[in-house]
């Protein structure tokens, strides 16, 4: 159980230790320890960045916690760790919570540290510092002044890094406190919560209700609707709404995918035209997702009306999803509610089978249900789809270059082998035109403008760094094959200050 103190990384540790074959979940770090032991934990990570300090989150930390279950505390969350069990952080500037880097001298516990590690340099919590462990503790590794930057308690049950390791010293310590310390075995896939989702699906829909499932061409809503096919069969039903803002090619394989390989009930509906009506004269971005978003809908809800026997509503939520709409203190802090959100007159029931899934393990299970590969990997599309990345106002045309230009530059990505490596690589169409020359012609025609960046988790993001050779290859073939371009320019700038997104 990953206890969140409302640091940046709770999501990733998660994440890791489930690669490493044992389930993992994240509780609000107000989770009380009966909570814990009843969902069947084997041992509690608690995480935290300097963030949670300021706002006496730390003070939501049940002492319970350090009686039975196995507990490794990393970052800020060895401050409560270290009060529970009778030693005395000193605080040393006030509650600033600010880190600085320093050198981590590990010691002894070779088990933990992976033995052949050195020292390293890592972030650590300047303002704060140990001034006596727990009786019966000891420490397990100093910082350059001769701090205690790490203990570990009489019994080695429990254990404190007042960092956050670097790799590949985390992928040992993590290792060391689950399978030696905690002596929890590994082999858990994400397969075998896939089994386990089709009958709870199957159990919760009975043997005669229906569901409807609105597919948007992502993997979270693709991977839900071939869960609940396999539960439920014939009594799902998908609506696929065609905005006419998608990639090329999306909605054609959609519409193959699901109906001719895959043999589900889809009802498709092109909508494109009164997508495209509505947004006549809308200049603002949050103005045309808010448009967009109400009227897919309201489409949407046309058609579902319209099934028989229909009780349950599928979502493809997942996991970041749900951690992200907790607070560290267990309050809702934001609704999770997917393209498709709830129609509340046909009081229909949620179904949300990937709800426990990371990104990558709703790929798995992607795979493992066969889904085709250009769908399990296709780059990130935001819902609004073309509508955010011709800038301001968009119209038929304007969006044909938009999709073409898009279709050259994941071309072009891909034969340089970057489009995997890349989180997303797109096309912008910019409202202005420029003067040029082809042939003995002027031309008054569009830039493209060109946007590739690496990310984790989209928080942050970095433009690439293209080789020259490439750039100068994917700006010829832009001006070249898609009509009424006659510029290519680059973003270089990251996130932030800027967005992925122009809009
Ligand atoms: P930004 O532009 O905020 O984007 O750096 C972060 C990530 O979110 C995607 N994105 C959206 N996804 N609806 C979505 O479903 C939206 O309105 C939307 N806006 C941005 C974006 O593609 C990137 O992956």
């Known amino acids: 159980m990953v206890l969140d103190l409302g640091g940046r990384l709770t999501q990733h540790i998660a994440r890791r230790i489930r690669e490493k074959g044992v389930y993992s979940e994240v509780l609000p770090c107000a989770a009380a320890p009966e909570e814990i032991k009843s969902r069947g934990a084997g041992a509690v990570i608690i995480c935290g960045g300097p963030e949670y300090v300021k706002d006496d989150t730390i003070k939501l930390l049940d002492p319970g916690l350090f009686e039975e279950i196995p507990v490794l505390a990393m970052g800020y969350g060895i401050i409560p760790a270290v009060n529970f069990s009778g030693g005395k952080i000193a605080n040393l500037n006030g509650d600033k919570g600010g880190e600085v880097k320093t050198e981590v001298y590990p010691e002894k516990h070779p088990g933990l540290w992976g033995g052949s590690f050195s020292s390293f340099k890592i972030p650590w919590m300047g303002d704060y510092s140990i001034e006596y462990l727990p009786p019966g503790w000891n420490s397990a590794a100093k ?3 001769g701090t205690v930057a790490a203990a570990v308690s009489a019994g080695n049950r429990w254990w404190l890094l007042g960092f956050i390791p670097p790799e590949p010293v985390l992928d040992n310590v993590l290792e ?39 597919l948007s061409g992502g993997i979270d809503s693709a991977v839900s609707a071939l869960l609940v096919h396999r539960a439920i069969g014939s009594r799902l039903t998908c609506i696929f709404v065609d905005h006419g803002l998608l990639r090329e090619g999306e909605a054609e394989q959609v519409i193959k995918t699901f109906r001719e390989d895959f043999a589900l009930n889809l009802i498709t509906v092109d909508a494109s035209k009164e997508f495209l009506e509505l947004l006549k004269g809308v200049k603002d971005p949050e103005e045309k997702r808010k448009v967009i978003g109400n009227h897919f809908i309201r489409v949407f809800e046309r ?25 560290p203190s267990g309050k809702v802090v934001k609704s999770h509610h997917n393209v498709g959100g709830l129609p509340d007159s046909m009081n229909l029931s949620l179904l949300e089978p990937v709800k426990e899934l990371f990104k990558d393990e709703v790929r ?27 800038l301001r106002e968009i119209n038929e045309e304007k969006l044909e270059i938009a999709r073409r230009a898009n279709a050259v530059v994941e071309e072009e990505v891909k034969k340089e082998g970057l489009y995997y490596h890349l989180w997303q690589a ?74 992925i997104e122009w809009e």
Not at 184 to 193: D, E, V
Not at 306 to 323: A, C, F
């Open 143 to 145: 910082t350059e002044t």
């Open 176 to 214: 060391h406190f689950l399978f030696e310390v905690s002596g929890l075995q590994g082999g858990w896939t994400p397969a075998s919560l896939v089994e386990q989702s089709v009958t709870e699906i199957r159990n919760t829909v009975g043997d005669k209700a229906g569901a409807v499932c609105g």
């Open 303 to 327: 058609e579902a009306v319209k099934l028989e026997n229909v009780k349950y509503l599928v979502q493809g939520t997942i996991y970041p999803d749900i951690i992200e709409s907790m607070s």
């Open 364 to 390: 798995q299970a992607g795979k493992a249900l066969k889904l085709p590969e250009e769908m399990i990997n296709r780059h990130p599309f935001p819902g609004p789809g073309l509508a955010v990345r011709v």
């Open 426 to 499: 797109f096309a912008v169409l910019p409202d202005m035109r420029s003067v040029g020359v082809k042939g003995e012609s002027r031309t008054y025609d569009y830039p493209i403008i060109f946007r590739a960046v690496t990310s984790q988790d989209a928080m942050t993001a970095a433009w690439y760094p293209f080789s020259h050779d490439f750039l100068d290859r994917l700006a010829r073939r832009l001006v070249e094959e898609v009509p009424q371009v006659n510029r290519v320019a680059y973003d270089i700038t990251s996130k932030p200050p800027a967005t």
